[in-house]
């Protein structure tokens, strides 16, 4: 494939639209494997980049790649790279870490203090055929369906890590409140019940929580006006030990402060931008409340060796490469059920 081309999803610059590109396949150096494209899963954080730029990372002023829930085949081997294997299933951690400052030391590698980049968010990512990425940002799926793995790399591993939060609260048999189950909450809710003895409590809107039901939950709730008191009376009136709050509005936070209980959690991972009051016993006494971003890469190994065993359900809606932009508009429109995926199918569309 020397000096060959290939047409990438790009963002030519900071507030501009994404749009298509050919771009040179690019060759692995030092410590990096090319990746053969099988698997891209779609997010609202795309959509987010192109209408106002990248919130949430630092901005590189230059021209790059969306997708950043990556899997495919590993294709080459830069200089230095002895435990790859050509043809090998990977999914791809969508920051990059430095692995030396003392979160990645401690295995908390989604805080890292130094992230050299993030691939789909300031750096290339995956919405082209080939991605060139780190050999120490790779996780080994085996066997598992590339599609069904993509979702893992963003969305899943993110429910993994909210869940894996708040796990130290949570008492065998105690209650859990998840809210929002789009794709992150219905991940959330089967991780809660393959990890924890509680029962679990879904919020949302009414025409998501049939959704909710078929995904573990044992109860649903409607979030109006009188959902706080539906859940404290759920509870027996204590409250509940965990909320994880997936939309991240003032309604949202208020919600999760009226209903946990005194020491408690309260873990916010929606980007909606709405504050918690705080104040002396409100929220209760005791409760802690923490937001967590993204997954560690142990993390996404554990949560892919669970995916390869079956034990929960990952929804997804799948597009053809070439078609992404029809795949973003439904995304933009709520049509898309679960995570909306594209695949590479190995036929150079449109090269
Ligand atoms: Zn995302
Ligand atoms: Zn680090």
Same mark, same amino acid.
């Given at each position: ?11 030519? !610059?900071?507030?501009s639209?994404?749009?298509? !590109?050919?771009?040179p396949?690019?060759?692995?150096? !030092? ?12 997010c609202?954080?795309?959509?987010? +980049?192109?209408?106002?730029g990248?919130q ?16 495919g085949?590993?294709?080459? =081997?830069?200089?230095g ?7 090998e299933?990977?999914?791809?951690n969508?920051?990059? @870490? ?19 980049g ?7 990512g995956g919405?082209?055929?080939? =991605? ?8 080994? +799926? ?13 969305a ?18 105690? %209650? ?7 794709? =992150?909450?219905?991940?959330? =809710? ?14 949302d ?12 939950a044992?109860? @649903?709730?409607?979030?109006?006006? !009188?959902a ?5 009376e ?8 965990? +909320? +994880? ?19 408690g ?12 009051? %705080? ?16 997954y ?14 079956g ?6 809606t @799948?597009?053809? %490469? ?21 695949? %590479? ?7």
């Amino acid at each position: 494939m020397a000096d060959e081309t290939m047409p990438a999803y790009r963002i030519p !610059s900071i507030h501009s639209s994404a749009q298509w !590109s050919r771009v040179p396949v690019p060759k692995p150096s !030092s410590g990096e494997v090319l990746i053969r494209m099988a698997a891209a899963g779609l997010c609202h954080t795309d959509l987010e +980049i192109m209408d106002k730029g990248a919130q949430f990372v630092p901005h590189k002023d230059r021209p790059y790649t969306l997708g950043h829930e990556n899997v495919g085949y590993v294709a080459a =081997l830069g200089p230095g790279v002895t435990d790859a294997v050509v043809g090998e299933a990977v999914a791809v951690n969508s920051g990059m @870490t430095c692995g030396t400052c003392e979160y990645c030391l401690a295995g908390q590698d989604n805080y890292c203090e130094n992230p050299p980049g993030f691939y789909g968010l300031s750096d290339d990512g995956g919405l082209a055929p080939y =991605l060139l990425a780190r050999r120490r940002d790779l996780v080994s +799926i085996g066997d598992l369906d590339p599609i069904q793995a993509a979702p893992l790399a963003d969305a899943g591993g993110t429910a993994y890590g909210a869940v894996n939060a708040v796990l130290p609260y949570i008492r065998p048999n105690g %209650f859990v409140v998840v809210i929002g189950i789009g794709g =992150l909450g219905s991940f959330a =809710l089967q991780l809660l019940r393959l990890n924890t003895s509680a029962t679990v409590i879904a919020v949302d809107l009414a025409d998501k929580l049939s959704h909710a039901s078929g995904r573990g939950a044992h109860h @649903t709730v409607t979030s109006d006006a !009188s959902a706080a008191a539906t859940i404290k009376e759920l509870t027996g009136g204590h409250g509940v030990d965990a +909320i +994880i709050d997936f939309v991240g509005i003032d309604a949202t936070l208020r919600l999760a402060t009226d209903v946990v209980r005194p020491t408690g959690c309260i873990n916010l991972v929606g980007t909606g931008g709405g504050t918690l009051p %705080f104040r002396f016993q409100n929220p209760p006494l005791g409760v802690h409340v923490v937001a967590t971003a993204s997954y560690s890469m142990r993390e996404l190994q554990d949560l892919v060796r669970l995916a390869q065993r079956g034990l929960f359900t990952i929804d997804v809606t @799948t597009y053809a %490469f070439q078609d992404l932009e029809q795949a973003y508009r439904d995304l933009r429109d709520g049509r898309i059920v679960g995570r909306a995926v594209v695949t %590479f199918d190995g036929d150079r569309p449109g090269w």
